[in-house]
C-alpha cells in the first residue's frame, strides 16, 4: 500500500493490519480508515502537531490497529494540523456475490476477481463450450421424440377432423393452432425461464427451487386461461366475418373448449417440464437442448386430445343443458385471482406477471390467423390431407426455433453482457445477415447449422411413419415431397434468422428474450408452416399431382 499526502508528498513505509488502523508520524497521528469487503480503503487524515511540523519526509509511518473511530477523534488534541492524504491500494477481490445480478455469473466465475485500481469489471465467464457433435448429440432424440409426438397428434386430427364438433362447428379448427401454439407461448417460455435459472445457479438451493417453480406454475395458468380465454373470442370473430351470422351457444362453446384445454393442458406440461429440467440438471445436460423439444413432444398430442374431447363433449351437453359450457367458463375463470396471488410473491416471476401479456396475446393472435388458413383449407374435400402434416411442420419448425432461442439468451446471460446493451456481442451490429447467423465460428451458429440439418432427415423419418401408419389422404409422391422438404427448409432457415435477430434485438432494449422471443417465434412458426402448406398442395392440385387417396 501506497500512501500520498495532499501535496503528492509519497509517504513510505506503511504496515497494514486488519479491520481499523491508525498511521501515526513520530507522534502524529492518522485518523482510522476501515477495509470493505471489496479491499477498497476510505481516504485518511494525518493529524500532525505544530512541534513536528518540519519533520522530514523521510520519516517512518506505522498502521496501529484501534477499535473505535470515537476513540481516536477523542485521543487528537485539538491544535493539531490535519493533512489529508489518500490510500492507493493495488489489489485482488473476488467480485462474486457484490451485486445482486453477479449470481448469474457464479458457477463460471468462482475465482474471478476485480482489478479496482484500473476500474476493470469482473471479466466473463468462458462462452459455452460445445461442438458442433455435442450439440447435434443432446438435440436430435429429443428432436425425434417431439417429432413423433407432432405425428401423433396429426394422426388424431386426421381422425377428429371428421367428427360432428368439427363439421357443424368449423371455427374449432381456428382453436387448433392458437392452442397447440401454448407450448410456444406458454410451457416453451417456462422452459427457456427454468433452464436458464438452472443453468445460472438460481435453483440449486431447494427455497429458491420450489419458489420458482410454485411461481412459474401459478403463472402459466393465468396466462392459459386468458389465453384460451382471447382464443376463443378470435376464433368467434373470424368464424363470424365470413359467414355474416353469430350464434351464442357456438361462441360459450368455443370459450368453455378454450379455456378448459388450456388450463389443463398447461397444468400438466408444465410438471413434466419441471421433472425434465431437473432431471437433465442431475444427469449434466444442458437443459436448453433437450427441455423445449420434450415439451412440444407431448404437448401438441395432449392438447389436441384434450380439444377434442372436451368440445366434443360440451357440444352434447348442448341439446341437454343450457348451464354446463357458461359454468364451465366461469370456474376457471374464478380460480384467476388464487393464480394471481401466488405469482405476485415470487419476485422472478412478478415481473413477468405485469408486462409478459404483449408477446403471449400477440402471438396468440399470429396463430389465429394460421388457424384461419387450416379452416379454410381443410373444410375443402381436395386438401383434407393437409390435416395430417400441419402439426408436423408447424411443431418441427417450432421446436427447432425454440432450442436455438433459449441457447442464445442463454448464452446472453451467463457472458454477463448488460440487459439493455444495444450492441451485446462481439459483432457491432443492428441486423444480422444470414452468413453471421449461419456460417461463423461462434457457439450459436455452430448450434443454427445443426439445427437447420437436422430438418430435412427429420421430416423423411416423420412422413415415412405417417405412410407406415396409413394416415392421412395424400400419397406422398416425389414432387409431394419435394415441395414439402422445400416449405419445410424454408420455414426453418427463416425462424433460425429471426431468432438470432429477436433475442439480440429484445435483450439490446431490457426485455428477457426467455419471456418475449419465443411466443412471437413459435406464432410466426405456425403461420409460416400453415401458409407455406397450403401452398403446397394447392400448387400440387393444380400441377395435376393427384391420388386416389386426397379427399377420400
Known amino acids: 500500500m501506497v ?71 477523542n485521543e487528537t488534541p485539538e491544535n493539531e494540523e490535519r493533512l489529508e492524504i489518500v490510500a492507493v491500494m493495488d489489489c485482488r477481490a473476488n467480485a462474486k456475490g457484490q451485486r445482486e445480478e453477479d449470481a448469474l455469473l457464479e458457477n463460471a466465475s468462482q475465482n474471478e476477481s476485480d482489478d479496482i485500481s484500473n476500474d476493470h469489471r469482473p471479466e466473463p465467464p468462458a462462452p459455452l463450450k460445445e461442438t458442433s457433435f455435442s450439440i447435434g448429440l443432446q438435440v436430435v432424440f429429443p428432436f425425434l421424440l417431439a417429432g413423433f409426438g407432432t405425428v401423433a397428434a396429426g394422426m388424431v386430427l386426421d381422425i377428429v377432423q371428421h367428427w360432428t364438433v368439427f363439421t357443424e362447428v368449423s371455427e374449432v379448427f381456428i382453436l387448433v393452432p392458437a392452442l397447440l401454439g401454448l407450448k410456444g407461448n406458454l410451457e416453451m417460455t417456462l422452459a427457456s425461464r427454468l433452464s436458464t435459472a438452472a443453468n445460472i445457479g438460481l435453483m440449486d438451493t431447494n427455497k429458491d427451487m420450489w419458489n420458482m417453480i410454485m411461481g412459474n406454475l401459478a403463472l402459466i395458468q393465468v396466462q392459459a386461461t386468458v389465453v384460451g380465454f382471447l382464443a376463443s373470442i378470435a376464433a368467434v370473430i373470424f368464424g363470424w366475418i365470413p359467414e355474416g351470422h353469430f350464434r351464442l351457444g357456438h361462441a360459450v362453446l368455443l370459450c368453455a373448449s378454450s379455456v378448459a384445454t388450456a388450463f389443463i393442458a398447461s397444468l400438466l406440461l408444465g410438471l413434466i417440464m419441471i421433472g425434465v429440467i431437473l432431471a437433465s440438471r442431475k444427469v449434466g445436460i444442458n437443459p436448453d437442448n433437450v427441455a423445449t423439444p420434450i415439451a412440444a413432444s407431448l404437448g401438441d398430442l395432449i392438447t389436441l386430445s384434450l380439444l377434442a374431447g372436451i368440445s366434443t363433449g360440451l357440444y352434447k ?30 419476485p422472478s416471476t412478478r415481473e413477468v406477471l405485469y408486462s409478459g401479456w404483449e408477446p403471449v396475446i400477440i402471438a396468440m393472435a399470429i396463430s389465429s390467423v394460421g388457424g384461419l388458413i387450416l379452416d379454410k383449407t381443410v373444410t375443402n374435400p381436395n386438401f383434407a390431407g393437409m390435416a395430417v402434416f400441419t402439426p408436423v411442420i408447424n411443431g418441427v419448425g417450432g421446436n427447432l426455433v425454440a432450442v436455438q432461442a433459449s441457447r442464445i439468451s442463454t448464452y446472453l446471460h451467463m457472458n454477463g453482457i448488460p440487459m439493455g446493451d444495444p450492441n451485446p ?22 448450434s443454427a447449422r445443426v439445427l437447420f440439418l437436422l430438418v430435412a432427415p427429420g421430416h423423411l423419418v416423420f412422413l415415412y411413419t405417417i405412410n407406415s401408419l396409413r394416415g392421412g389422404h395424400t400419397t406422398l409422391t416425389p414432387v409431394f415431397i419435394t415441395f414439402y422438404l422445400g416449405a419445410a427448409l424454408l420455414q426453418v432457415i427463416i425462424l433460425l434468422y429471426l431468432a438470432d435477430w429477436m433475442v439480440h434485438w429484445m435483450w439490446g432494449r431490457g426485455m428477457d428474450p426467455d419471456n418475449f422471443s419465443i411466443p412471437y417465434l413459435t406464432a410466426l412458426g405456425d403461420l409460416l408452416g400453415t401458409g407455406f402448406l397450403a401452398l403446397c398442395f394447392h400448387v400440387r392440385f393444380f400441377i395435376g399431382d393427384r391420388d386416389s387417396n386426397l379427399g377420400n
Open 3 to 73: 500512501l500520498w499526502s495532499k501535496e503528492q508528498e509519497k509517504l513510505p513505509d506503511i504496515k497494514m493490519s486488519s479491520g481499523a488502523i491508525e498511521v501515526k508520524k513520530d507522534g502524529g497521528r492518522l485518523s482510522p480508515a476501515f477495509l470493505n469487503s471489496n479491499s477498497t480503503l476510505h481516504p485518511v487524515i494525518l493529524t500532525q502537531g505544530p512541534e513536528e511540523g518540519s519533520t522530514e519526509t523521510g520519516s517512518q509511518f506505522e498502521l496501529k490497529e484501534v477499535t473505535s473511530l470515537t476513540e481516536m477523534a
Open 425 to 446: 456481442t462481439s459483432r457491432n451490429r443492428k441486423c444480422p445477415t444470414p452468413c453471421s447467423t449461419f456460417f461463423t465460428s461462434t457457439v450459436n451458429s455452430r
Open 317 to 346: 351437453e348442448l341439446d341437454y343443458n343450457n348451464y354446463a359450457n357458461p359454468l364451465v367458463c366461469a370456474v376457471f375463470v374464478a380460480l384467476c385471482p388464487i393464480w394471481v396471488l401466488i405469482a405476485r410473491k415470487i
